[in-house]
Nanobody, 116 residues
Framework: QVQPVDSGGGLVQAGGSLRLSCLFS????????ISWSRQAPGKQRELVASIAIRGTTTYADSVKGRFTISTNIAKNTMYLQMNSLRPEDTAVYFC??????????WGQGTQVTVSS
């Protein structure tokens, strides 16, 4: 499987919005779930949102009601719509594709910076 390509990060003011995109490889027959994680400086990487191939979504408590994960399987693309951004959302965001054979692939990361 090919490394996912994530994009869409940038600099935004608090209260603003961004949409991240992730182009991943695989099909509904090979993928278990795809997800977004983030890592702020000096902190561990944390799971932000995930979507199982059957459609079940999960969110970190800190982003519930503000972030929405979605996917277009036909285009092998996943999105993370981020609204009402806060300075504490500042981090490098990584997409991940987890496959049924037990392997997973991380994207290279995209920087999101929220100014106060």
């Amino acid at each position: 499987q090919v490394q996912p390509v994530d994009s869409g990060g940038g600099l935004v003011q608090a209260g603003g919005s961004l949409r991240l995109s992730c182009l991943f490889s695989g099909t509904i027959f090979s993928i278990n779930a795809i997800s977004w994680s983030r890592q702020a400086p000096g902190k561990q990487r944390e799971l932000v949102a995930s979507i199982a191939i059957r459609g079940t979504t999960t969110y970190a408590d800190s982003v519930k009601g503000r972030f929405t994960i979605s996917t277009n399987i036909a285009k092998n693309t996943m999105y993370l719509q981020m609204n009402s951004l806060r300075p504490e959302d500042t981090a490098v965001y990584f997409c991940n594709a987890a496959y049924r054979d037990g392997t997973s692939k991380w994207g290279q990361g995209t920087q999101v910076t929220v100014s106060s």
